[in-house]
């Protein structure tokens, strides 16, 4: 069974950092585009970033330009999300989903994707 779960949220401080993670099983995200999403409470999910499969770009949406970091390890099934100088406006859910494409394009956050993640939760406050 084809299955996305992600980890590494939390309650962080203004200024914090944090890395998510998004582990795969059932299938192998070698051949997936991985696109991170987030929603806060009352506001549209929103795109952060997309990163390839293998050479592929990686493409930041508003949200994560600048202090968003997507990476992966294919060789163990997982992407994750760098996110530093955390600010309470990035509370919010975060899910991850893959996508059976190896690259990313510019239609990206609207892509139809094929597995999504339970979500894990990211607080900011002081």
């Known amino acids: 069974q084809a299955q996305l779960v992600e980890s590494g949220g939390g309650l962080v401080q203004p200024g914090d950092s944090l890395r998510l993670s998004c582990a795969a099983s059932?299938?192998?995200?070698?051949?997936?585009?991985i696109g991170w999403f987030r929603q806060a409470p009352g506001k549209e999910r929103e795109g952060i970033v997309c990163i390839s499969s293998r050479n592929g770009p990686t493409l930041y949406g508003d949200s994560g330009e600048g202090r968003f970091t997507a990476s992966r390890d294919n060789a163990k099934n997982t992407v994750y999300l760098q996110m530093n100088s955390l600010k309470p406006d990035d509370t919010a859910v975060y899910y991850c989903?893959?996508?059976?494409?190896?690259?990313?394009?510019?239609?990206?956050?609207?892509?139809?994707?094929?597995?999504w993640g339970q979500g894990t939760q990211v607080t900011v406050s002081s």
């Open positions: 059932g299938f192998s995200l070698d051949t997936s585009a």
């Open positions: 989903a893959a996508v059976a494409f190896t690259h990313c394009g510019s239609t990206w956050h609207r892509y139809e994707y094929d597995y």
